[in-house]
């Protein structure tokens, strides 16, 4: 008897995404345009950081999800279709302060870059639940998750005065805590033991290992492409820093894998999970590093903290939190991320000479990671409302955080409806319950 498998989507995933393009056509036509004051120096020198940062969101993300034997045409075709439409909706949201002040939504490439610098966050999250949701689940969980760090990003500029950088860097712990409290609310009975078909093997392996090796060569792009370069060098020294840190974490997640495994060997999805560890840790620290030592030092430790969290919380996680953690989002992103952001409290201190600015720092350093932690929490598990005090003299401010608050608030609510058909468990990690699939080719 063959299979049973998940109804059509025709009627729920074809509508919704007639529905959202649709309607981001309507307001591309009718509130933006193209940026046309730059001039060529700016457009070579930006095109290819661009570049670099599409193919760690599209190629990278892509193949690093293929590793499951049964859902390889999920994971590189849903994060291609999550990505291009929350880039869509990052370019919106990322605008509105345009809109506000111009009348249009301005686009050129650096706001491209952010649009997906934003998106990212999103396929991290995706990466907790990946095989155990539908794909109009992924779009849901894309759109508003990146809504919610947007508006992270927006209260940590706001509120506390962080620059750019600092805060769109938090994506990896906004992301990655987001996602275990999404993969935490969707809990599955049975979920202790390994689904039926969640498995590995070599060829999809060396697919998924392909991603990373993406990843690993193009981090250095992601970490600086947002670096101001008006400062001499600091481009430089953040490419180099990106690349010590990933190098050394390469190295030392290797000597890890094999401490670790019982018969002393590699694990690949070992590796995979923490060979990124360095560039991570270092990206959320960027503003504080300023010496090659300093990053090695960090990606040293973040591949050795990574290695322990695969090991050992990714199961402890799922026993004790019933977080089934899919891709270990936990060791590959929250960990590295809290310990760079640790290493930038400490290397900023070390470096300060007025012990009241290191206070104030500390201070509002402290307050920008528990603000984040807040809302990712809050809107991953929806057990709450968000309640924010506002202190600022733009208006425009305050519409916006409020705007994107109640877009945000009913995120848990929308992916457990089961009109969005949800795949059955034992459909669970499972190619053919979405895609047209030849039977040899499984």
Request: some cysteine; hydrophobic content about 50%.
């Amino acid at each position: 008897m063959p299979p049973q498998y998940a109804p059509s989507l025709r009627s729920r995933l074809a509508p919704l995404l007639l529905f959202l393009q649709t309607g981001f056509i309507i307001i591309f036509a009718f509130y933006t345009e193209i940026e046309r004051n730059g001039n060529a120096d700016d457009f070579s020198k930006r095109y290819p950081e661009f570049q670099d940062v599409n193919v760690i969101v599209i190629l990278g993300f892509g193949f690093l999800g293929t590793f499951l034997v049964r859902h390889g045409f999920s994971g590189s075709g849903f994060n291609l279709l999550v990505a291009a439409m929350a880039t869509q909706w990052a370019l919106i949201l990322n605008g509105v302060e345009s809109l506000y002040y111009r009348g249009r939504l301005r686009i050129d490439l650096k706001s491209l870059i952010v649009a997906e610098m934003c998106t990212a966050s999103a396929l991290i999250s995706i990466g907790a639940v990946l095989g155990k949701t539908n794909p109009v689940h992924l779009i849901l969980i894309g759109l508003l998750e990146v809504s919610g760090f947007i508006l992270n990003k927006w209260l940590l500029q706001f509120l506390l005065n962080t620059r750019p950088l600092i805060s769109i860097m938090m994506l990896h712990i906004f992301g990655s805590l987001f996602g275990l409290m999404l993969t935490g609310t969707l809990y599955r009975k049975g979920s202790e033991q390994r689904f039926e078909k969640e498995k590995f093997d070599t060829k999809m392996g060396l697919f998924s290992m392909l991603g990373t090796v993406v990843l690993w060569m193009f981090w250095p792009s992601f970490n600086s492409v947002l670096v101001d370069d008006r400062t001499p060098g600091r481009k430089l020294e953040a490419v180099c820093s990106t690349y010590l840190a990933l190098a050394v974490s390469a190295v030392t997640a290797a000597a890890m894998s094999v401490l670790s495994n019982p018969k002393g060997k590699l694990h690949l999805i070992h590796l995979q999970s923490c060979i990124l560890a360095g560039g991570v840790a270092v990206g959320v620290s960027m503003s504080a590093v300023r010496h090659p030592w300093e990053a090695m030092i960090i990606g040293f430790a973040a591949a050795i903290i990574s290695s322990i969290g695969f090991q050992y919380l990714k199961i402890h996680m799922l026993l004790a939190f019933q977080c089934h953690d899919t891709c270990a989002i936990l060791s590959s992103h929250a960990l590295p991320g809290l310990l760079g952001w640790i290493a930038h409290l400490v290397l900023q201190i070390k470096d300060s000479d007025d012990h009241t600015v290191a206070i104030r720092f500390a201070v509002f350093h402290i307050c920008s990671l528990l603000i984040t932690i807040a809302l990712s929490v809050t809107l991953g598990i929806l057990t709450g409302t968000v309640c924010l005090n506002l202190y600022s003299s733009s208006r425009y401010s305050q519409c916006a955080v409020f705007f994107i608050s109640f877009i945000s608030l009913f995120e848990g609510l929308l992916i457990r409806l089961k009109f969005w058909r949800p795949p059955q468990y034992k459909n669970c990690f499972d190619d053919q319950a979405f895609w047209e699939v030849c039977s040899h080719l499984l």
